[in-house]
């Protein structure tokens, strides 16, 4: 009994070890954006999360994957945390207090379709498309027939050929979109689209419902705003020329 007795305490006692080790690193997945989440480490969001970590000795990792794939790493706790969440999007997941963007989450359509465009209740049983694990039905409230798509070239097409009333995402990456030859190729004349906005929705990161992502949680909640006060976020916004402010208190 003794022996046993001890074997639990031992157990006990690593496990307390364990748990009380420093946090050396964050693994974070995101998709590609340009200007925010580049491949080769640069962009806004990058800079952001490690003006947020690095100074407290924890190592900033990331591995860019398709959005749906980046849930589902975090999901599997193979990852620490996704970058780019809305607020409550998956119900696994931790999120923190504090927002980092926002998405002006916009339609785009050909102009013959919603000839008296008058905002959301336009898509109302509308054929609506976005990006695979976006989740924009969530946020709706006016009901629409979803299509959910694994990137936007195939979204801007099906508009193009009229197989989409509309396809949703957030404006700066449609414009981006736009720029692409692949993509001008496929729609045609870009002066018979339009584009409106549909609504606003703030941007977290999504961590992983662990000890780890509670702790790197807590740490985003306390830097966040001191960083806000001091005005390094700021400054990292002016620097990458992002065209929204989403802390007006600041």
């Known amino acids: 009994m003794k022996w046993i007795i001890w074997i639990a305490l031992l157990m006990v ?35 952001l999360i490690r003006s947020i ?3 407290v000795g924890i190592e900033v990792n990331f591995k860019i994957v398709p959005y749906e794939r980046s849930i589902h790493l975090v999901k599997q706790q193979k990852a620490d945390a996704w970058v780019g969440s809305y607020r409550d999007e998956e119900e696994f997941a931790l999120y923190p207090q504090w927002h980092f963007d926002a998405d002006v989450v916009t339609a785009i359509f050909m102009q013959d379709r919603f000839p008296n465009w008058a905002g959301e209740t336009s898509l109302k049983e509308k054929n609506v498309g976005w990006i695979r694990g976006y989740s924009y039905d969530e946020y709706l409230e006016t009901p629409v027939k979803k299509h959910e798509l694994n990137n936007r070239k195939s979204g801007l097409s099906m508009v193009s050929m009229g197989r989409l009333d509309a396809f949703l995402d957030a404006e700066a990456d449609l414009k981006d979109a736009l720029k692409k030859p692949e993509i001008q190729k496929n729609i045609g004349d870009t002066n018979k689209i ?21 702790q790197l949680m807590q740490i985003w909640d306390d830097r966040f705003p001191e960083l806000l006060k001091t005005g390094v976020i700021r400054k990292l916004y002016t620097k990458w020329n992002n065209p929204i402010w989403v802390f007006d208190e600041y």
Not at 32 to 40: A, L, R, S
Not at 201 to 207: D, E, K, P, S, T
């Open 13 to 47: 006692s690593v496990g307390s070890v364990s748990a009380s080790e420093p946090i050396s690193k964050i693994e974070l997945t995101s998709e590609e954006w340009e200007g925010d989440t580049n491949p080769d480490g640069t962009g806004l969001y990058w800079d």
């Open 194 to 214: 339009r584009m409106e906005k549909v609504m606003q929705l703030n941007l977290y990161l999504g961590f992983a419902d662990s000890d780890r992502g509670r």
């Open 53 to 55: 970590y690095e100074p």
